[in-house]
């Protein structure tokens, strides 16, 4: 059974600082497949990003960054210098191969507030 | 390119009536999966179709039930309503190139049961 755990309910930071979203999971699957959405108060879940099993590097894209080790099971996500705007909720997903079915397992989201 | 649509966005009904609700994913796309967001349960995955066959499906009773349309336009089902069932439900569809199996969400219908 696939599982994903995102300890964190709820973060509040001050705008422009730092902060970073933890992500852990559990597969038995050997090719997996790891994503990041945001939730804003609107509703609709946005892609971030998603990462394959077997490709653990790591990625910084403008604010974003991703840290994904497979030894430690752990797929977290790190705001740079974060705004007002990224207030929402973040949900970590995991899904597997053609095998097992694509459906995404949630995590149960870590709502972020960020404050001016 | 225009991105999955659901409608309707919000719907109240009365214990013990139906439902359907409809989803069209972006264009080219054959998968559509259908997702339950509650605050007590969080997301959960319904069903996922592929050329109008379900492909996968999750641990709901019979009461949820979904179809899938030749133009890949989705509906899902739920009979005799129960107060349990309010939630934002959630369409997602996915292309069959690469990234593969990347999911992208419509805005969601909000059902309230009463």
């Known amino acids: 059974a696939q599982k994903v755990t995102q300890a964190q309910t709820e973060i509040s930071v001050v705008e422009k600082e730092d902060v970073t979203l933890d992500c852990v999971y559990e597969?038995?699957?050997?090719?997996?497949?790891l994503f990041w959405y945001k939730q804003p108060p609107s509703g609709e879940l946005v892609f971030l990003i998603r990462?394959?099993?077997?490709?653990?590097q790591n990625e910084i894209s403008g604010r974003y960054s991703w840290n994904f080790q497979k030894s430690t099971s752990s797929f977290n996500f790190t705001i740079t210098a974060s705004q007002v705007v990224d207030s929402a909720v973040y949900f970590c997903a995991l899904s597997g191969n053609s095998n097992s079915g694509y459906a995404l397992n949630f995590g149960k989201g870590t709502s972020l507030l960020v404050t001016p | 390119k225009a991105g999955v649509t659901q409608t309707p966005r919000y719907l109240i009904k009365t214990r013990g009536q139906q439902v359907t609700l409809s989803c069209s994913p972006i264009s080219g796309h054959r998968s559509v999966s259908w997702y339950q967001q509650t605050p007590g349960q969080g997301l959960q995955f319904l069903f996922e179709y592929f050329s109008e066959t379900q492909r996968n499906k999750g641990n709901f009773p019979g009461r949820f039930s979904g179809r899938q349309f030749s133009n890949s336009r989705s509906e899902m089902n739920v009979s005799t309503l129960e107060l349990g069932d309010s939630a934002l439900y959630l369409c997602?569809?996915?292309?069959?190139?690469?990234?593969?199996?990347?999911?992208?969400f419509g805005p969601g219908t909000r059902l309230t049961v009463l």
């Open positions: 597969t038995r699957d050997t090719t997996y497949y």
């Open positions: 990462r394959n099993s077997f490709d653990e």
């Open positions: 997602a569809s996915m292309g069959s190139g690469a990234p593969y199996n990347e999911q992208f």
